[in-house]
């Protein structure tokens, strides 16, 4: 009930009804595994400089369906954010403005669940761009592969304490790292966790 409201209460605030169908309920099968690249961790000054984003149908990875956009920074990155996302300013030579890639985003999700690895931190960046053009934060269901890999393993050990670092839920999931570190392989990888903590998992 508290979700349904919140939701309407969101809802209010849309300021183009373009973009209501974001707000219906979604009856499918797919969802969206999504990863941002930022300048640093804090919500309120960072920026995205990328997204990758894959779509899940089922228990398959839809690679052919994927997403990746680079976003133009308002300033220049600093070499010590470079060690942490590995994204150089020749990476973004072809790079689009903010709110264009925002769109082209919300375009490819639509109205499906997303999820993601810590993805509260995720959409708290998106929202920090969705919010002054739309009126609106994201309002798609929202699915927390740590949360789930938590709740299995838990059952397990009860008592127990849960490693829940990434590389730790790969490894333990027998799951390979992908090469390069960046968004979309990060957002595959997750896909990944999440088919694989549903018992199965297909690549096409």
């Given at each position: 009930?508290?979700?349904?409201?919140?939701?309407?209460?969101?809802?209010?605030?849309?300021?183009?009804?373009?973009?209501?169908?974001?707000?219906?309920?979604?009856?499918?099968?797919?969802?969206?595994?999504f990863d941002t690249e930022t300048t640093g961790l804090n919500p309120?000054?960072?920026?995205?400089?990328?997204?990758?984003?894959?779509?899940?149908?089922?228990?398959?990875?839809?690679?052919?369906?994927?997403?990746?956009?680079?976003?133009?920074?308002?300033?220049?990155?600093?070499?010590?954010?470079?060690?942490?996302?590995?994204?150089?300013?020749?990476?973004?030579?072809?790079?689009?403005?903010?709110?264009?890639?925002?769109?082209?985003?919300?375009?490819?999700?639509?109205?499906?669940?997303?999820?993601?690895?810590?993805?509260?931190?995720?959409?708290?960046?998106?929202?920090?761009?969705i919010k002054p053009w739309l009126g609106v934060t994201l309002p798609?269901?929202?699915?927390?592969?740590?949360?789930?890999?938590?709740?299995?393993?838990?059952?397990?050990?009860?008592?127990?304490?849960?490693?829940?670092?990434?590389?730790?839920?790969?490894?333990?999931?027998?799951?390979?790292?992908?090469?390069?570190?960046?968004?979309l392989n990060d957002a595959i990888m997750t896909a990944m966790v999440?088919?694989?903590?549903?018992?199965?998992?297909?690549?096409?």
């Open positions: 009930m508290f979700e349904a409201f919140r939701r309407t209460w969101n809802l209010r605030g849309l300021k183009n009804d373009a973009y209501a169908s974001l707000f219906e309920p979604y009856e499918g099968d797919e969802a969206v595994v309120k000054k960072d920026e995205v400089l990328s997204i990758g984003a894959v779509k899940v149908k089922g228990d398959r990875i839809l690679t052919s369906q994927s997403f990746e956009v680079f976003l133009k920074p308002s300033r220049a990155i600093s070499a010590e954010s470079i060690k942490i996302h590995h994204i150089r300013p020749c990476d973004l030579e072809h790079a689009v403005e903010p709110l264009e890639g925002v769109k082209k985003f919300l375009e490819f999700v639509g109205n499906r669940p997303l999820v993601g690895y810590y993805l509260e931190f995720d959409v708290s960046m998106m929202n920090r761009m798609n269901r929202q699915i927390e592969v740590s949360g789930l890999y938590f709740d299995k393993k838990i059952a397990l050990i009860p008592q127990g304490n849960i490693d829940l670092r990434f590389d730790t839920i790969l490894k333990d999931l027998n799951i390979p790292r992908m090469g390069q570190h960046n968004a999440y088919i694989k903590l549903q018992h199965t998992i297909k690549l096409n």
